[in-house]
């Protein structure tokens, strides 16, 4: 079963500056199956990025998506004060049918 | 406009059971794909259990045998029947809907279970 990794858990940055964060898989996925979500404390996710690169509806086009085989990579080109909070990603597993996240990026105000 | 509404969460004694529910609006859950998806306390996501509009059921390991998903598509309601329910079972339960298998793109508010004794 294919484990994601993300790093760094906590990433401390201030507004304007660049965000990236990273996914690694166990094994190779297809990039069709990565998506990244948003959460924000006492909320539920949001879904930001699908098939590793687009982007959901209504998500700025700060946020991009980008990778493929054991690794991708979430990034934010310049962070806004909406913009931190925890980063999941999330791969798609057909045989067996699994949905395994990653253990998450809290992006945290410097 | 897609709403997914949460509910059925609450206080359970370990090995207790407990049915939550999820109305959709603005959205199909009979021609969609349909997950839970719970977050135990300062914890991660954790996929649960999944429902193809055909009529598949796919489940984590850990609620195997435990869980199950269901719906009605009279009241555009989906369903997570839990049985001997766990400590580790402690977590908001979210729904959530996609026009896709691959990924969860709209999710309700979530619903806080709590098994303790």
């Known amino acids: 079963e294919i484990v994601l990794t993300q790093s760094p858990a906590t990433l401390s940055l201030s507004p304007g500056e660049r965000a990236t964060l990273s996914c690694r898989a166990s094994?190779?996925?297809?990039?069709?199956?990565v998506a990244w979500y948003q959460q924000k404390p006492g909320q539920a996710p949001r879904l930001l990025i699908y098939?590793?690169?687009s982007r959901a509806t209504g998500v700025p086009d700060r946020f991009s998506g980008s990778g493929s085989g054991t690794d991708f990579t979430l990034t934010i080109s310049r962070m806004e004060p909406g913009d931190f909070a925890v980063y999941y990603c999330?791969?798609?597993?057909?045989?067996?049918?699994?949905?395994?996240f990653g253990g998450g990026t809290k992006v945290e105000i410097k | 406009e897609v709403q997914l509404l949460d509910s059925g969460g609450g206080l359970v004694q370990p090995g207790g059971s407990l049915r939550l529910s999820c109305v959709a609006s603005?959205?199909?859950?009979?021609?969609?794909?349909m997950s839970w998806v719970r977050q135990a306390p300062g914890r991660g996501l954790e996929w649960v259990s999944l429902?193809?509009?055909?009529?598949?059921?796919y489940y984590a390991d850990s609620v195997k045998g435990r869980f199950t998903i269901s719906r009605d598509d009279s009241r555009d309601t989906l369903y997570l029947q839990m049985n001997s329910l766990g400590a580790e079972d402690t977590a908001v339960y979210f729904c959530?809907?996609?026009?896709?298998?691959?990924?969860?793109?709209?999710w309700g508010q979530g619903t806080l279970v709590t098994v303790s004794s």
């Open positions: 959530a809907g996609s026009l896709t298998r691959y990924y969860f793109e709209y």
């Open positions: 603005g959205f199909s859950i009979s021609t969609n794909y």
């Open positions: 429902l193809y509009s055909g009529g598949s059921t």
């Open positions: 094994q190779t996925v297809s990039s069709s199956y």
């Open positions: 098939a590793a690169s």
């Open positions: 999330q791969q798609y597993g057909a045989s067996p049918r699994v949905f395994p």
